[in-house]
């Protein structure tokens, strides 16, 4: 069995030697990068290291990005040689994704891409610049996060950040851009021409849980669907990992389906090729059309209630489809039956503003677990009509659907749940 991408890591750490490492981590898709220094032993390794416990003093130091520090009379500790490593690994990776956007889409030449390595709880903010020329763009860390909450959190960032790096801060929120990395896969959204919702905390949550399916699955042929992929990042990921065999993608937005395509080929998977077949279909997803069973489900659907009349004027546009009504959960729950494979999996994200409606339309042959725990992960939950709409606030905020902080953000609960048929 090859080793895992942690051994050869820590036998690197062991014997200060990482150019074995390097190799290993380029040709891994879907490696984890700078990620990988959020593994307790690894983390414990660099702490005591560099007698310093927090990942964004570790990555935003210069050591680790600024590879004209290093002359060949430059002595590094291991820790400080793993950092940078792993930083060059990332780096390139993300500028090399940079470029095949440039060359297919305009972006702004200058800007920042919000990161995820790998696992849940590392977030990087990086900034670039020079983009436009091939070869030229030069990728620099802002500030990093660890903790599941700060997830595309950006105001999170701001706390005791410096003026460059609210500059970057205001950009990667401002901009027409979003870009968004997750694991070797990055994902543009044009925030002024494409009417999409684009990734959040779940998607990348999602992505993840996949991302380990599939890592532990002995077949090498799965066939998934995806419901509602928005932007396209769960999509593009799977489409990406050798587990996967073939991809049904069902979207009712127009737009979405489209982005969905354009970041398939950003990421070098085109609708039809040899190793995986992705079909993205734009349309309501109707259960009875799709003719086929799959090994896994996947689905982030809307998951805010819509009897309130504030988010009915929502429903037309591309935002309202991707947050309001949970008609979604109702679709792909109640056909799993016919939907899932025998020994088949269905994944869906659920908050805490939805969960007892999704619990309960879990039929009677099913069975459930929750891979983050019941109560997943607190999450900020910025809707606007929340403001709008106090009543609907406060009775969210009494049946603890909701928190509210003493500075006033408001936060949800997101809890991923996982799906199979009894005993399988
Ligand atoms: C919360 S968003 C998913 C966001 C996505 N994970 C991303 O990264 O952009 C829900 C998505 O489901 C789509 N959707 C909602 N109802 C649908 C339906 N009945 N059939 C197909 N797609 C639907 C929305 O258009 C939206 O793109």
């Given at each position: 069995m090859s080793k895992s991408e942690f051994d050869?890591?820590?036998?690197?750490?062991?014997?200060?030697?990482?150019?074995?490492?390097?190799?290993?981590?380029e040709r891994r898709i879907d490696s984890s990068t700078i990620g990988l220094i959020t593994e307790p032993e690894i983390f414990e390794f660099i702490s005591s290291g560099l007698g310093e416990g927090h990942p964004n003093n570790w990555i935003t130091r210069e050591s680790t990005w600024n590879s004209g520090l290093y002359g060949p009379d430059h002595e590094m500790s291991v820790s400080e040689h793993f950092l940078h490593a792993v930083w060059q690994v990332f780096s390139l990776r993300v500028a090399r994704k940079l470029e095949i956007i440039q060359s297919k889409v305009r972006i702004s030449d200058k800007g920042a891409i919000i990161c995820f390595p790998g696992g849940f709880d590392l977030s990087v903010l990086v900034s670039y610049e020079g983009a436009g020329t091939p070869g030229s763009?030069?990728?620099?860390?802002?500030?990093?996060?660890?903790?599941?909450?700060?997830?595309?959190?950006?105001?999170?960032?701001?706390?005791?950040?410096?003026?460059?790096?609210?500059?970057?801060i205001k950009s990667a929120?401002?901009?027409?851009?979003?870009?968004?990395?997750?694991?070797g896969t990055i994902v543009h959204v044009d925030r002024q021409r494409e009417n999409v919702?684009?990734?959040?905390?779940?998607?990348?949550?999602?992505?993840?849980?996949?991302?380990?399916?599939?890592?532990?699955?002995?077949?090498k042929s799965t066939s998934i669907?995806?419901?509602?992929?928005?932007?396209?990042l769960?999509?593009?990921?799977?489409?990406?990992?050798?587990?996967?065999?073939r991809i049904v993608s069902v979207e009712i937005n127009e737009d979405a389906a489209s982005c969905t395509l354009k970041n398939l080929?950003?990421?070098?998977?085109?609708?039809?090729?040899?190793?995986?077949?992705?079909?993205v279909r734009a349309e309501k997803f109707k259960p009875q059309t799709l003719g086929e069973k799959f090994d896994i489900i996947v689905c982030n659907p809307p998951y805010v209630p819509e009897e309130d009349d504030g988010l009915e004027k929502l429903g037309a546009t591309g935002y309202g489809k991707a947050i309001s009504g949970l008609?979604?959960?109702?679709?792909?729950?109640?056909?799993?039956?016919?939907?899932?494979?025998?020994?088949?999996?269905?994944?869906?994200?659920?908050?805490?503003?939805?969960?007892?409606?999704?619990?309960?339309?879990?039929q009677e042959g099913f069975e459930f677990e929750f891979p983050l725990g019941r109560t997943g992960y607190k999450v900020p939950f910025d809707l606007d009509m929340l403001w709008d709409r106090p009543s609907w606030k406060d009775q969210l905020l009494s049946n603890k659907s909701i928190e509210q902080d003493g500075a006033g953000t408001i936060y949800h609960r997101i809890v991923p749940i996982w799906i199979h048929r009894n005993g399988q």
């Open positions: 050869i890591a820590k036998d690197s750490l062991d014997a200060g030697n990482f150019s074995l490492f390097i190799q290993e981590q763009v030069f990728i620099r860390p802002i500030a990093a996060i660890q903790n599941p909450t700060g997830m595309l959190d950006l105001e999170g960032f701001l706390e005791n950040s410096t003026p460059r790096e609210k500059n970057a929120v401002t901009s027409v851009d979003k870009l968004v990395y997750h694991r919702f684009g990734p959040t905390v779940d998607t990348v949550v999602l992505s993840e849980l996949l991302n380990i399916e599939l890592r532990k699955r002995k077949k669907l995806e419901v509602g992929p928005g932007s396209g769960i999509t593009v990921s799977a489409a990406l990992n050798p587990a996967t065999s080929q950003i990421n070098g998977r085109r609708p039809t090729s040899s190793m995986v077949s992705v079909s008609e979604l959960y109702d679709d792909v729950i109640n056909n799993l039956d016919h939907l899932l494979q025998s020994g088949g999996r269905a994944l869906l994200m659920m908050s805490s503003v939805s969960f007892d409606y999704a619990i309960n339309r879990i």
